[in-house]
């Protein structure tokens, strides 16, 4: 597919993500737009549903191929799609995220920042704390 084009679909698809609208979502994606391609400022479609809690369209992009462990670098969109799920609550997105293989003690930052846990502490989101334990996150103790 041209270059054009794609970058054409990557635009149709932010803008259905940003209304959370998973009808478009599907349909952007089934006409051949890449789900991993982040946008010009660097964040990931994944990482945008996953930030807004759109836990549908994190089935859809996952479905689709998108990447579990890229970190988006957007300006204000930086880190991991299971960190910012895990930040602000979202405990459907943290859900589908673990169902289709995220680590749930990975680290942002490539390997240097905090865990999903540890946003959701912060938030703080019991419920979300609770699910990740649940699925095997270990709380990190000061050494």
């Not at 349909?27 to 945008?48: I, K, N, Q, S």
Request: charged share 20%; net charge neutral.
């Amino acid at each position: 597919m041209k270059q054009r084009q794609q970058k054409k679909l990557s635009r149709r698809l932010f803008g259905a993500i940003a209304v959370g609208d998973a009808g478009a979502v599907k349909a952007v994606l089934r006409a051949g737009a890449a789900p991993g391609r982040a946008d010009d400022e660097g964040t990931t479609p994944l990482y945008a549903a996953s930030v807004n809690g759109q836990a549908a369209i994190v089935r859809l992009l996952l479905s689709a191929g998108a990447v579990l462990d890229t970190e988006s670098s957007g300006i204000g969109a930086e880190g991991l799609p299971l960190c910012a799920a895990a930040c602000w609550g979202h405990t459907d997105t943290v859900r589908a995220l673990l169902a289709h293989g995220a680590d749930p003690n990975v680290r942002e930052d490539h390997g240097t920042g905090r865990t999903p846990l540890e946003w959701a502490n912060n938030g703080p989101h019991p419920a979300t704390a609770a699910l990740l334990t649940e699925a095997g996150a270990t709380a990190v103790t000061a050494g």
